[in-house]
């Protein structure tokens, strides 16, 4: 079998061989003989393309004299030219669309693009990133393609560990607006709680879409409110799926991370410590290794043509599976490390036009996840602990916080362009997200010896419909032209919290019965006498009194217009009306401005107001569980927003948050040269956070202490970001040379803590406001040098993290209630990590037009952030959750094919 491998191998590689390759070349121009930049060229049939450059030039190999070259851009149609021998090919682009052409997002024209936009956008080639860097998911991707993008994995942060919290511009995971395909995608239905970035919010699980099935990622880095409705305080990121119509494309991609942490951790701490370089791996049954995180992903897309008026429909598969990774961490964390992930992503795309001005279109698709993460470590009765059933777990145990995570969703709309050039677009579109926690290698003291070891501790889910109209029509006649956009948008969620079986969730009585009447029932102890902690270790499960079935609905209106007042000076408007049936009514505006100079220099700025509707997750979330404060179990309540206990602690119901953007910028391009430099602020006003914790002794509800959402701060982000790039044309006409330099310069205060008559240490302390103001460093600056040539690539990148600085857990166990205290508190527990950087490389060989093998990794020097080790990071572990993560160097191979 072995054999019949390799010579199958060695045929295929023997047939690329024989490809004979061309050099064709040529300039694209528009109507007025300009020169288009960043037109896509593909060769028909293959992932072999280009885009053109400064002076609208571009040169490529293709595998024939007979191929075909598909053009296209946005805001104009796209042509197909036949080679038949030639090697110079000069087109003219003409303006107009094609019905299923998504609109550039942050401008409701089909007549805009990225490089002439008022506001600043960044268009990122996935499918390109993902082949050639080995990064398997959405937010990997982004984090080093974006500058204001930041996401990093968690670990020992409970539902996080298996959702990540992303950020745009340092805001909050909520406050960036996701689209796909131009329309609303739903949120996911966690909320962050346990210590991670984004505490309190719910956001958006870019990883629940497949890389494999995105053309192009527009992130624009604009407040957009008046646009697009509530979540766009930060900006919005537009995925755009692939819409290709010939034949099958896909890879086989392979990859682990070293565990060599590169310290001397284990001279300074011995066997005290975990996980050292591949040691003491007690809770991998697989022992020491020098290697982990093992990853695999196989990826298929296939498209095909529906009829011969363009229509198509492009199938996504993708079969995801990665082990998990385990870093340094005391006895109480051995766990510490990401988390395993088994997932399948299908996803489907497609159009059809029915007649010349109408279209019928369809997307979505659904993603399964089975992950599987370790809580914080339990030590053993013997030693003290008696959370740990001794006749269960004689030595102690850690946890592991499972989850099974579906996301789901369809759009499905109709455009069509009317005789007197409106172009309408009536769509609908739902999601849903399913959260649903198993708890496993754990027990419920409580019950002693008669404990279960796995749990299903319930979960949450939040569904999404989404109804719009939308009309636009751009007019020739007036002025330098003239867009109009208006519409509206009705929509509906559910949020939803279901309970887990009752061992889950449940404190049992001395008789093993469920403690329903406290005055009446008494507890069980342990054999010391010791009241035993109820609910599964790791993560209580939902019970009854925790079930939430909540509805709300919204209803907008906006009108966007966008006035060319001469060919270079460009003003946009925008307005919008919203009402929500459980908090009320919001209106919100925009300006935006583009002046060309001329044409190679342009100043562009905005204003707009914004706003976030309260998520109904932040509204009726609740939950009961122990939390450990001063190496002791505290039972805590994080209570409902609606609920009497918040009340009673004066913590008002949630209302929006508001904010006021401004930016401004110019764009440059010089030879091969460009550039965009924007500045930014953002000022954002009833922030809604999670409190710390208060003293609930008094209340007689079952808890020691309690936690409230709260519109709790005031906050104002100052930035910039710096994007230049150079492309050179070698001699021999056939490579290139790319350089770029990506940066985001970032700084987020706390203007006020609207703590009212609390203790503000208590309500939002130190502790939680360095989380808050390190969702993203200070400046992340990546440089990147790419080499492309017919049989060869090469990609070599840079990416510098700020210091950044966290205040560690020791906040926790001994909360500071004054100044004098907060004061003593600093001087202790406050961790520094050192600005870092991290090199990637990889090398790709083209066998022909239809096999390419990959090879590389990601940070190859293998750096971590770098704090001195105590301990007391939140998440238990070597260090923190900040700058390039804790899983160290990944090496990584992929073969792509298409055919």
């Not at 739902?430 to 959260?435: C, S």
């Not at 409902?640 to 004066?650: C, D, E, L, Q, R």
């Not at 519109?711 to 790319?738: F, I, M, P, Q, W």
């Amino acid at each position: 079998m072995r054999k019949q491998l390799l010579l199958a191998l060695f045929f295929c590689f023997s047939i690329s061989s024989m490809y004979a390759q061309q050099v064709v070349s040529g300039v694209i121009t528009d109507e007025a003989n300009q020169p288009l930049i960043g037109v896509n060229v593909l060769e028909k049939g293959t992932s072999n393309g280009t885009i053109t450059g400064i002076d609208g030039d571009y040169r490529m190999n293709v595998s024939s004299s007979s191929a075909t070259l598909v053009i296209s851009y946005i805001g104009y149609a796209t042509q197909e030219v036949a080679l038949n021998g030639k090697t110079e090919i000069n087109i003219t682009l003409l303006e107009g669309v094609e019905l299923g052409e998504v609109l550039l997002v942050g401008s409701r024209s089909y007549n805009r693009t990225a490089t002439d936009s008022p506001v600043a956008i960044d268009v990122i080639d996935v499918a390109e990133l993902a082949s050639n860097t080995g990064k398997v998911e959405i937010n990997q991707i982004l984090q080093y393609a974006a500058p204001s993008f930041n996401a990093t994995k968690q670990s020992g942060s409970d539902g996080a560990d298996h959702i990540d919290p992303a950020s745009l511009r340092g805001l909050g995971p909520d406050q960036t607006l996701v689209l796909i395909n131009g329309k609303r995608r739903h949120q996911s239905s966690l909320v962050n709680v346990f210590g991670t970035r984004g505490r309190g919010n719910s956001g958006t699980d870019l990883n629940a879409i497949p890389a494999s099935a995105i053309k192009r990622i527009e992130v624009l880095r604009d407040g957009a409110s008046a646009q697009y409705g509530s979540d766009a305080i930060a900006g919005v990121i537009n995925i755009v799926l692939k819409d290709k119509t010939d034949g099958v494309s896909g890879g086989i991609s392979y990859g682990a991370y070293s565990t060599a942490v590169g310290a001397t951790f284990e001279e300074e701490y011995g066997d005290a410590l975990f996980n050292v370089d591949g040691k003491q791996r007690v809770l991998d049954e697989d022992g020491d290794k020098s290697f982990d995180g093992n990853t695999t992903k196989v990826d298929l897309n296939y498209g095909i043509e529906l009829g011969k008026e363009g229509g198509y429909a492009n199938f996504t598969a993708e079969y995801l599976t990665k082990q998990r990774t385990l870093r340094p961490g005391f006895s109480w964390r051995k766990g510490y490390g990401s988390a395993a992930i088994d997932g399948f992503n299908f996803m489907v795309n497609s159009s059809m036009p029915i007649g010349d001005n109408t279209e019928v279109y369809a997307f979505g698709g659904r993603n399964f996840r089975d992950t599987d993460a370790f809580a914080f470590s339990r030590g053993s009765f013997a030693d003290g602990d008696n959370r740990a059933v001794p006749s269960l777990y004689p030595n102690g145990f850690t946890p592991r916080i499972t989850s099974n995570i579906t996301d789901q969703s369809v759009s499905a709309g109709v455009r069509h362009s009317m005789d007197n050039g409106w172009k309408v677009d009536f769509n609908n579109t739902y999601g849903k997200n399913l959260f649903h926690y198993f708890i496993k290698g754990s027990n419920n003291a409580s019950l002693w010896d008669a404990s279960p070891t796995d749990f299903d501790a319930g979960g949450h889910s939040l569904s999404m419909n989404t109804t719009g109209l939308d009309f636009s029509k751009f007019y020739n006649d007036y002025i330098a032209g003239i867009n109009v956009a208006f519409g509206m948008e009705y929509r509906t969620e559910n949020f939803q919290i279901f309970a887990g079986e009752e061992a889950s969730y449940a404190l049992y009585d001395t008789l093993g019965v469920a403690i329903t009447n406290p005055a009446v029932q008494v507890p069980a102890v342990d054999t010391n006498g010791d009241q035993l902690s109820g609910g599964s270790q790791g993560f209580p499960g939902y019970s009854p009194s925790n079930e939430v079935d909540r509805n709300r609905t919204n209803l907008g209106a906006y009108l966007d217009m966008e006035f060319n007042i001469t060919e270079a000076f460009l003003i946009g408007t925008a307005v919008r009306y919203e009402t929500y049936s459980d908090f009320g009514e919001t209106f919100n505006y925009k300006l935006a401005s583009r002046y060309k100079i001329n044409d190679n220099f342009s100043l562009r700025g905005s204003f707009s107001s914004g706003f976030r509707a309260p998520s109904l997750a932040q509204i009726h979330y609740n939950l009961l569980f122990n939390n450990i404060v001063a190496g002791r179990s505290v039972r805590t309540l994080l209570a409902s927003n609606t609920s009497t206990v918040t009340k009673a602690f004066g913590i008002d119901p949630l209302k929006e948050e508001t904010a006021l953007n401004a930016s401004v910028g110019f764009t440059a391009k010089f030879g091969g040269f460009t550039a965009t430099v924007d500045g930014y602020s953002i000022a954002v006003d009833d922030r809604i956070i999670l409190t710390d914790n208060f003293d609930a002794t008094s209340l007689n509800v079952g808890a020691e202490a309690a936690q409230f959402f709260a519109n709790g701060v005031n906050t104002r982000t100052t930035g910039l970001d710096v994007v230049l790039n150079y492309k050179h044309y070698l001699a021999d006409e056939s490579s290139n040379l790319n350089v770029g330099i990506a940066a985001n310069f970032n700084q987020l205060e706390i203007d006020a803590i609207n703590s009212g008559e609390l203790n503000e240490y208590t309500f939002f302390g130190p502790f939680s406001q360095a989380y808050l103001e390190a969702a993203a460093p200070d400046f992340k600056v990546g440089v990147n040098v790419g080499f492309s040539s017919s049989k060869f690539d090469a990609l070599l990148s840079w990416t510098q993290f700020s210091e950044v600085q966290l205040q560690d857990f020791q906040w926790v166990d001994s909360p500071a209630t004054n100044a004098a205290e907060a004061a003593a508190l600093f001087e202790v527990a406050t961790d520094t990590y050192e600005m870092a950087g991290t090199l990637d490389l990889s090398l790709t060989y083209k066998f022909s037009p239809y096999l390419r093998l990959t090879i590389g990794g990601n940070n190859i020097l293998n750096a971590y952030p770098t704090p001195q080790f105590d301990g007391w990071t939140d998440q238990g572990g070597f260090n923190d959750s900040v700058q390039m993560g804790s899983d160290g160097a990944y090496f990584f191979g992929r073969l792509g094919f298409n055919f």
